[in-house]
């Protein structure tokens, strides 16, 4: 059974910085693209970044480039997001996803993903 466990959001000021953690159990990490999405209270669950299983392609939402990167460690089963310059309207919960199949382009929309974390919470204060 493939599980994700996101850990490492909190509360924090704008202008700080965060990393969340996704650590993948229960198959074969490598061949698989991973996936971070948000969704804040009333709203949809949102693409946030994406990551090809080589590493080397990502895919960012327009609201987050340049501030947040994601990133992975094949040899540790785990993907990240580095998210700096944090602003109020970065408040949700976020979630790492990855899907069943292996996709030779990244996929970017939630029906895309089939096994997901439970989340973590990320509140950003003004």
């Known amino acids: 059974q493939v599980q994700l466990v996101e850990s490492g959001g909190g509360l924090v000021q704008a202008g700080g910085s965060l990393r969340l953690s996704c650590a993948v159990s229960?198959?074969?990490?490598?061949?698989?693209?991973m996936g971070w999405f948000r969704q804040a209270p009333g709203k949809v669950r949102e693409f946030v970044a994406a990551?090809?299983?080589?590493?080397?392609?990502?895919n960012y939402a327009g609201s987050v480039k340049g501030r947040f990167t994601i990133s992975r460690d094949n040899a540790e089963n785990t993907v990240y997001l580095q998210m700096n310059n944090l602003k109020p309207e970065d408040t949700a919960v976020y979630y790492c996803?990855?899907?069943?199949?292996?996709?030779?382009?990244?996929?970017?929309?939630?029906?895309?993903?089939?096994?997901w974390g439970r989340g973590t919470q990320v509140t950003v204060s003004s």
């Open positions: 996803a990855t899907p069943r199949l292996i996709y030779g382009v990244l996929p970017i929309t939630s029906a895309q993903y089939d096994y």
């Open positions: 229960g198959r074969t990490f490598s061949p698989y693209n």
């Open positions: 990551i090809k299983w080589t590493g080397t392609i990502t």
